[in-house]
């Protein structure tokens, strides 16, 4: 059984930085993709950043250069530093792992998802 489950959200600054925190277990495809999706309410869910089993890393641009994504497989854990936060990036944040995936944007590629940890930056 695949779980996910996402920690380290809370409330900034703008200009701020948190670091989120994906603990995952029951994943047994050596081939895959993680990634870290957002979503604020009447919106889609949106994928920010993706890390490929080869550790090639994808994002789009309104957070290139300031959120990073990693992976600890030792430790099986995902993680998004975000850096230069913006009341924009207020949002809850899920992590997400799908084995088959075309498009890493598309919440419908991913398989497995966390419950999400809340990110609020005030201005």
């Known amino acids: 059984q695949v779980q996910l489950a996402e920690s380290g959200g809370g409330s900034v600054q703008a200009g701020g930085s948190l670091r989120l925190s994906c603990v995952f277990s029951?994943?047994?495809?050596?081939?895959?993709?993680m990634a870290w999706f957002r979503q604020t309410p009447g919106k889609e869910r949106e994928g920010i950043a993706a890390?490929?089993?080869?550790?090639?890393?994808h994002y789009i641009d309104s957070v290139k250069g300031r959120f990073t994504i990693s992976k600890d497989n030792a430790e099986n854990t995902l993680f998004l530093q975000m850096n230069s936060l913006k009341p924009e990036d207020s949002a809850m944040y899920y992590c997400?792992?799908?084995?088959?995936?075309?498009?890493?944007?598309?919440?419908?590629?991913?398989?497995?998802w966390g419950q999400g940890t809340q990110v609020t930056v005030s201005s």
């Open positions: 997400a792992a799908g084995r088959y995936v075309a498009d890493r944007t598309l919440p419908q590629e991913f398989e497995f």
């Open positions: 029951g994943i047994t495809y050596r081939r895959g993709c």
């Open positions: 890390i490929d089993s080869d550790g090639s890393t």
